[in-house]
């Protein structure tokens, strides 16, 4: 079983930067499509980035140039670089590990809370 944590939430003021963290078990990880979604209060799931095995990457479009995400195969690690950060960016960003092969499946994190005040 794959685990998915994440780390590196916290609060943060209105313009400022935030660096997330998710480590996925297992030595498939450099096969998996990795991805951040979010979850604010009241809303749906959103997607926010993804990046494929071959470090593709796709942003939803309301995060481009804001948001970056970057894979480390070496530390079975994805990040998501955050700046100019507002309160509306206030959610539960949560990982996710999708493995294609031998069959699809998803693998999710707990989440970890972002919370932009001043």
């Known amino acids: 079983q794959v685990q998915v944590v994440e780390s590196g939430g916290g609060l943060v003021q209105p313009g400022g930067s935030l660096r997330l963290s998710c480590v996925a078990s297992g030595s498939m990880f450099s096969t998996y499509s990795m991805a951040w979604y979010r979850q604010a209060p009241g809303k749906p799931r959103e997607l926010v980035a993804r990046i494929g095995r071959d470090g593709s990457t796709y942003y939803t479009s309301s995060f481009k140039g804001r948001f970056t995400i970057s894979r480390d195969n070496a530390k079975n690690t994805v990040y998501l670089q955050m700046s100019s950060l507002q309160p509306e960016d206030t959610a539960v960003y949560s990982c996710?590990?999708?493995?294609?092969?031998?069959?699809?499946?998803?693998?999710w994190g707990q989440g970890t809370q972002v919370t932009v005040s001043s």
């Open positions: 996710n590990a999708r493995q294609v092969q031998p069959y699809k499946y998803d693998y």
